[in-house]
């Protein structure tokens, strides 16, 4: 496969895990089916609109011509055991504290889903809360060496914009639910509370 189809399907399917399941038409594609830049028409409502925007190449970034998606068995991905333990022992427990400020704060949170069934009142700073603190790895990070230059453009009073290149590392220090990986719930290097 060449470079250019691998970066489109990667780029498709970067887009397809940063878009709501809900926003996509019911969408059956038989295993085996292969979608190229010749039919992809046909499974329009499979993809979401960036992605067709992608497909549709009349912007910047688009699919190259040769992209073949090969559709393959459905497959459900499950939240690890540990999570799903952690909301349950814990996400009754989770509330939020209004502050003077107008801002919010988490009370009795741990670890796992703060809030696993949002309801009234604030439903939405809960469900806020749990996109902020969703399942996600203890450390991860992006280094120039591994083929991505993470890249933080700053502006000057002018209008001049100048490039920084990273290299990054984020560790969570607390609220871990990996518990049967040796993390501890909270880092006990961590500064601060």
């Known amino acids: 496969m060449a470079s250019s189809t691998r970066l ?5 399917i970067c887009l397809g895990f940063l878009a709501p399941a809900a926003a996509l038409a019911d969408c059956s594609v038989k295993p085996g089916t292969v979608i190229t830049k010749q039919n ?4 329009k409502d499979c993809f979401t609109y960036g992605e067709q925007r992608f497909w549709q ?3 910047f970034w688009k699919m190259p011509e040769d992209v073949e998606i090969h559709v393959g068995q459905e497959h459900r991905w499950t939240l690890p055991k540990p ?5 349950e022992k814990y ?9 003077p400020d107008g801002l919010y ?3 009795n949170y741990v670890a796992g889903l703060p809030f696993p069934n949002p309801s009234e009142p604030d439903k939405g700073t ?3 809360a749990n996109v902020t603190y969703k399942m996600q790895g203890y450390q991860w990070g992006q280094f120039t060496d591994m083929g991505y230059t993470p890249t933080l453009f700053t502006r000057d009073r002018f209008g001049n914009s100048a490039p920084s290149f990273l290299d990054w590392t984020y560790i969570q220090t607390a609220y871990n639910w990996e518990s049967d990986q040796g993390i501890p719930a ?3 290097q961590q500064l601060g509370e």
């Open 8 to 12: 489109g399907l990667l780029l498709a």
């Open 126 to 128: 809960k469900i806020a």
């Open 57 to 59: 190449g009349d912007l």
């Open 186 to 188: 909270v880092n006990p």
């Open 91 to 99: 996400g009754g427990q989770t509330r939020l504290v209004k502050q």
């Open 40 to 43: 992809w028409t046909q499974y």
């Open 105 to 107: 704060r988490l009370e």
């Open 83 to 87: 999570y799903v333990d952690a909301t």
